[in-house]
């Protein structure tokens, strides 16, 4: 028996057309987008780590850079605070003679983003080298006087995005920044005076550079 449209009823139900075969080609685009997406984020990741670790190395060297000339700075001005004051620096106890001295000297940082917390110092110690230092001459005038010098900061960290240092006169952690070791030699026709010294008392006051350390 034939069906309305004249074929047997056996094929009387449409067999459906098989779903269209997927692209091959899409999934590999896909995968390609996946991959640049991947390479990209990795390279851009890589950047900003390097470009922070720049910042961060810009930074630490302004800062020892600072550090260096202040305390190159300080040492200077701790020998000519020695030379001009006859009464510091000697090995054995005379009146108004301590064996050591002190002064604390500003650091200036300039630059438009300073690494330096503002206030900060350099903190400078004077002492006798040996017991000997400054001993009387035969002649009863001073003798030479040998002078070590050490510079400290007493750091601190500010907590900033980019560790800004400090140096304070007192706490913190002493770190030294710069050692020297000067002698004062006499100079013999030394005529003047210093404050009430006489000329045979402060005639010792002529710097010779041992050796001279910055080490910041």
């Given at each position: 028996?034939?069906?309305?449209?004249g074929?047997?009823?056996?094929?009387?139900?449409?067999?459906?057309?098989?779903?269209?075969?997927?692209?091959?080609e899409?999934?590999?685009?896909?995968?390609?987008?996946?991959?640049?997406?991947?390479?990209?984020?990795?390279?851009?990741?890589s950047?900003?780590?390097?470009?922070?670790?720049?910042?961060?190395?810009?930074?630490?060297?302004?800062?020892?850079?600072?550090?260096?000339?202040?305390?190159?700075?300080?040492?200077?001005?701790?020998?000519?605070?020695?030379?001009?004051?006859?009464?510091?620096?000697?090995?054995?106890?005379?009146?108004?003679s301590?064996?050591?001295?002190?002064?604390?000297?500003?650091?200036?940082?300039?630059?438009?983003?300073?690494?330096?917390?503002?206030?900060?110092?350099?903190?400078?110690?004077?002492?006798?080298?040996?017991?000997?230092s400054?001993?009387?001459?035969?002649?009863?005038?001073?003798?030479?006087?040998?002078?070590?010098?050490?510079?400290?900061?007493?750091?601190?960290?500010?907590?900033?995005?980019?560790?800004?240092?400090?140096?304070?006169?007192?706490?913190?952690?002493?770190?030294?920044?710069?050692?020297a070791?000067?002698?004062?030699?006499?100079?013999?026709?030394?005529?003047?005076?210093?404050?009430?010294?006489?000329?045979?008392?402060?005639?010792?006051?002529?710097?010779?550079?041992?050796?001279?350390?910055?080490?910041?």
């Amino acid at each position: 028996m034939l069906s309305r449209s004249g074929r047997s009823g056996l094929f009387d139900d449409e067999v459906p057309e098989p779903a269209a075969a997927r692209d091959p080609e899409a999934g590999a685009a896909l995968l390609l987008v996946m991959v640049f997406i991947l390479v990209v984020f990795v390279v851009v990741t890589s950047l900003l780590t390097f470009g922070e670790a720049g910042t961060r190395s810009a930074a630490a060297f302004r800062t020892q850079r600072t550090i260096r000339y202040a305390a190159d700075g300080a040492l200077e001005q701790g020998v000519a605070a020695i030379a001009n004051d006859p009464t510091l620096g000697f090995g054995v106890p005379l009146p108004a003679s301590p064996t050591c001295s002190s002064l604390t000297v500003p650091i200036l940082d300039p630059s438009t983003t300073p690494t330096i917390a503002a206030n900060s110092v350099l903190s400078v110690s004077a002492c006798a080298t040996n017991p000997t230092s400054g001993v009387t001459d035969p002649d009863g005038g001073t003798g030479m006087r040998d002078v070590t010098f050490t510079v400290t900061c007493n750091a601190t960290k500010t907590g900033s995005a980019h560790e800004i240092l400090g140096c304070t006169a007192s706490g913190g952690t002493a770190r030294t920044v710069a050692t020297a070791r000067v002698q004062f030699g006499v100079d013999y026709m030394w005529t003047g005076a210093v404050g009430s010294a006489t000329p045979a008392a402060s005639r010792d006051h002529v710097p010779k550079i041992i050796s001279w350390n910055v080490t910041a």
